[in-house]
């Protein structure tokens, strides 16, 4: 249902903070990636949260959505930069 797609993206957020944190140390990713990423999943589990109270207003839904997206490209645009091999 809503409530644990909801639960679900939630714990996917902490997840990528984690895989990006272990990225940093293991892999070699410059640290702009954990700081990045933290941040913007952070922020999209700041406004996913309380979609676990009021997935039943359609309006709010839609426009949580629209800031999710938003900050889902924001991820993908940290990853990328983090990822990248930065003279620093």
Avoid: E
């Avoid at 640290?31 to 913007?40: D, E, G, K, Q, R």
């Avoid at 839904?61 to 645009?77: A, G, S």
Wanted: glycine fraction near 4%; charged fraction near 10%; aromatic fraction near 18%.
């Amino acid at each position: 249902g809503p409530q644990y797609t909801v639960k679900t993206a939630i714990i996917f957020m902490f997840m990528l903070i984690a895989s990006s944190i272990i990225g940093f140390f293991h892999l070699g990713f410059n640290i702009a990636l954990p700081i990045l990423v933290s941040l913007f999943c952070l922020l999209c589990a700041w406004f996913l949260y309380p979609l676990l109270h009021r997935w039943q207003d359609f309006d709010y839904v839609r426009i949580q959505v629209k800031k999710w997206i938003f900050i889902h490209f924001m991820i993908q645009l940290a990853i990328i930069i983090g990822s990248l091999q930065l003279p620093i």
